[in-house]
């Protein structure tokens, strides 16, 4: 019923920039948290950032804070994830979440109830 669809994944020079979009279809009446994981090869998968649908409020991990800025767009239920300053280190399959109840942390995948196919960035060193 409830679709998330990535898409921007590319391969970038290190020090540059690039923007992913996740775009959200169908009938969403409990939506409460939208949030971006990444797993690189050999690597568990981390929290990146994650954004309150209601109110707007915004969570990073420390790895990407103040490089990395995450925001949405209610009309288009879409949710962006603005990378500056990249590098070797941010070179990952990045995946929305989206979580529809409150929980004791937002940062923790197993909240989730929806995921979307994931897209490649790619940031050479």
């Known amino acids: 019923q409830v679709q998330l669809v990535e898409s921007g994944g590319g391969l970038v020079q290190a020090g540059g920039s690039h923007r992913l979009s996740c775009a959200a279809s169908g009938r969403t009446f409990s939506r409460y948290t939208m949030a971006w994981f990444r797993q690189a090869p050999g690597k568990e998968r981390e929290f990146v950032a994650a954004i309150s649908w209601g109110r707007g409020s915004t969570y990073y991990a420390g790895s990407v804070k103040g490089r990395f800025a995450i925001s949405r767009d209610n009309a288009k239920n879409t949710v962006y994830l603005q990378m500056n300053s990249l590098g070797h280190e941010d070179t990952a399959d990045y995946c929305c979440?989206?979580?529809?109840?409150?929980?004791?942390?937002?940062?923790?995948?197993?909240?989730?109830?929806?995921w979307g196919q994931g897209t490649q960035v790619t940031a050479s060193s």
């Open positions: 979440a989206e979580r529809l109840y409150g929980g004791t942390d937002l940062g923790l995948a197993t909240e989730y109830n929806y």
